[in-house]
Nanobody, 119 residues
Framework: QVQLVESGGGSVQAGGSLRLSCVVSRYIYNNFCMGWFRQAPGKEREGIAGTYTDRESPYYADSVKGRFTMSQENAKSTLYLQMTSLKPEDTAMYYC????????????WGQGTQVTVSS
């Protein structure tokens, strides 16, 4: 059964930090490329971080570069998104997702975790 389960969202003040977690089914974790997305109310979904085809090299959207860091813990099949220097515009629902590394289409999605940043 494919599962991606996010956690770690919450409410913080601007300048604060949060770490999101995404526990992934073992098969998906070992064979797919992973990414983090977010969607704010009334806005399109934005890809903010992910891994290239080698499943290790991360990339980041300009909006989060230098503030967010994607990492993984193989023994736990878990992805992390460390978010620092949070801004009110980072407020959104955050999702982890998985895609076959040979494609750019993400097939599997978690249920999301809400991040709210107050000024």
């Amino acid at each position: 059964q494919v599962q991606l389960v996010e956690s770690g969202g919450g409410s913080v003040q601007a300048g604060g930090s949060l770490r999101l977690s995404c526990v992934v089914s073992r098969y998906i974790y070992n064979n797919f490329c992973m990414g983090w997305f977010r969607q704010a109310p009334g806005k399109e979904r934005e890809g903010i971080a992910g891994t290239y085809t080698d499943r290790e090299s991360p990339y980041y959207a300009d909006s989060v570069k230098g503030r967010f860091t994607m990492s993984q813990e193989n023994a736990k099949s878990t992805l992390y998104l460390q978010m620092t220097s949070l801004k009110p515009e980072d407020t959104a629902m955050y999702y982890c997702a998985a895609r076959p590394c040979s494609t750019t289409t993400y097939n599997y999605w978690g249920q999301g975790t809400q991040v709210t940043v107050s000024s």
